[in-house]
């Protein structure tokens, strides 16, 4: 073995122990720079936190439809109360949580045990005491009809007063067939939009309804199989179209770009959130929402829009758009193992969000488009 032999051995520890010095005072600099950049020497203006598809059952742990992940059923309540205590013991805590849906998974109703298992995850939730926005996803309807999620505890819909124009007030149209989107204002000049992605579906509405009718429609034009749960194509945007993804309505898209064309002039910070994502790059295009172009374009006509949330594929994206608009998809809960963790919190600044992700969840800044 070569030795290396230092004539200066002396001065060559004392450099050496210089730049090791350097080297690490370098490092926590660049460390603390990156933090500092990161979160801000100034507190941040709020926080919210974020979690996606716990997917809780009490069963024991399985496979998702391909066999390619395992579940982790039991799990994912202990990753739910592990986040919620994150939560619960930070300096500020979050204003509030957004659940991005499939809180519970559809197993539960053929053990006849829906009531329980989301009973269980909102006592979870419960403890912590900080508000929570429910987004709607496949396996809600999975356990629930429409008209039992507008009476539970997953219907966090509110009435935001602080936009008094009644074109915002609430997404309801004129044939009864009322969606479940709303928004909220957590501070001056921020905004959020909850979007209904199972709107038009043929499992988030029943027969005989028209949406029910036109959602069949649409998926029978682009996908022939007689398990509608099979997608028509292998690979591509085509793949879209199966019975467990969805769409919004003209209703709602009508509805999310007046109230988009109001947050523009009041000068606010917009962040949409729905079950399923609305950008090709930010998912696997199995789990896009079936119009996610109709979506797309009216995000990129308006100036409000920071960000669009999403969750539904369980590994995850990210992708900034062209116009500037974030699109994060959050790494599912269920499929994540025990040692590990799938939650974040954002930190909303002046002129961006950051967000610390935990665990499978990565840590982004989000600088306003
Ligand atoms: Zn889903």
């Known amino acids: ?44 203006l709020f926080t919210f936190g974020v979690i996606a598809d716990i997917q809780y059952a009490d069963i024991e742990d399985g496979f998702n439809f391909k066999h390619t992940r395992k579940r982790y059923y039991r799990n994912s309540l202990r990753l739910l109360r592990r986040a919620n205590e994150k939560w619960k013991s930070e300096a500020v805590q979050p204003r509030f949580i957004i659940q991005l849906g499939d809180v519970i998974d559809g197993y539960n109703k053929k053990y006849d045990a829906s009531e329980r298992a989301l009973e269980t995850v909102v006592n979870e939730l419960d403890k912590s005491a900080i508000e929570v926005h429910h987004v709607w996803g496949n396996h809600e309807f999975y356990n629930f009809s429409r008209d039992d999620l507008m009476m539970s505890a997953l219907n966090s819909k509110t009435v935001d007063g602080t936009m008094a124009e009644d074109a915002v007030q609430s997404c309801s149209v004129s044939d009864t067939e009322e969606s479940y989107a709303y928004h909220f204002s957590p501070a001056p000049y921020f905004r959020f939009v909850v979007l209904d992605a199972y709107d038009l579906s043929i499992i988030g509405r029943k027969e005989p309804s028209t949406r029910y009718y036109e959602a069949l429609e649409m998926l029978q034009a682009h996908n022939d199989n007689d398990d509608l749960n099979h997608p028509p194509v292998a690979e591509g945007l085509e793949q879209r179209f199966v019975k467990f993804n969805g769409g919004f309505s003209q209703g709602q898209l009508d509805w999310l770009d007046r109230l988009l064309t109001l947050s523009d002039e009041k000068l606010e910070k917009v962040v949409v959130v729905s079950h399923l994502p609305v950008h090709p790059y930010s998912t696997d295009p199995i789990c896009l929402a079936w119009n996610y172009d109709r979506v797309l374009s009216i995000l990129h006509s308006h100036k409000s829009v920071v960000c669009f949330m999403a969750g539904h594929d369980h590994d995850g994206g990210y ?22 963790e799938a939650f974040g919190t954002v930190y909303v600044y002046e002129d961006r969000m950051a967000l610390k992700g935990n665990g499978r969840v990565s840590d982004r800044v989000l600088p306003y488009p």
């Open 1 to 44: 073995m070569l030795k290396f032999k230092c004539p200066f051995r002396k001065s060559c520890v004392t450099e050496g122990r210089f730049l090791g010095w350097w080297a690490k005072s370098e490092k926590l600099t660049g460390r603390l720079t990156r933090t500092k950049k990161m979160y801000g020497s100034l507190p941040p």
């Open 319 to 340: 992708y900034r758009d062209a116009s500037g608009v974030h699109h994060l998809t959050f790494e599912g809960v269920i499929e994540t193992p025990p040692e590990s």
